[in-house]
Nanobody, 115 residues
Framework: QVQLVEFGGGLVQPGGSLRLSCAAS????????MGWYRQAPGMRRELVTS???????TYADSVKGRFTISRDDAKNTVSLQMNRLQFEDTAVYYC?????????WGKGTLVTVSA
């Protein structure tokens, strides 16, 4: 079993920055991809970004050039640096870990972009 815990959500003004972190514990050797999804009110959960064990990254078009994912394997963490935040980035952000047919999710952290 894998446990994922997110940190760092909060309220930020448009144009501001926020950094999310996710700490993984448990059977983390089962994970080969980690990432972040988000779900805005009334919307489906969508992929924001992901990173593989080999360092290959994927970004949603809406966040390219603004968000950066990184991982620290020594600390079993994955982080999401979010810059130039927009109202549309308001959502609950979920940490994701996947591998060998299994999906693991954190409980989510709320990011609110508001003036």
């Amino acid at each position: 079993q894998v446990q994922l815990v997110e940190f760092g959500g909060g309220l930020v003004q448009p144009g501001g920055s926020l950094r999310l972190s996710c700490a993984a514990s448990g059977s983390i050797f089962n994970i080969n991809t980690m990432g972040w999804y988000r779900q805005a009110p009334g919307m489906r959960r969508e992929l924001v970004t992901s990173i593989t064990n080999g360092g290959t990254t994927t970004y949603a078009d809406s966040v390219k050039g603004r968000f950066t994912i990184s991982r620290d394997d020594a600390k079993n963490t994955v982080s999401l640096q979010m810059n130039r935040l927009q109202f549309e980035d308001t959502a609950v952000y979920y940490c994701y870990g996947g591998g060998y047919g299994m999906d693991y999710w954190g409980k989510g952290t709320l990011v609110t972009v508001s003036a």
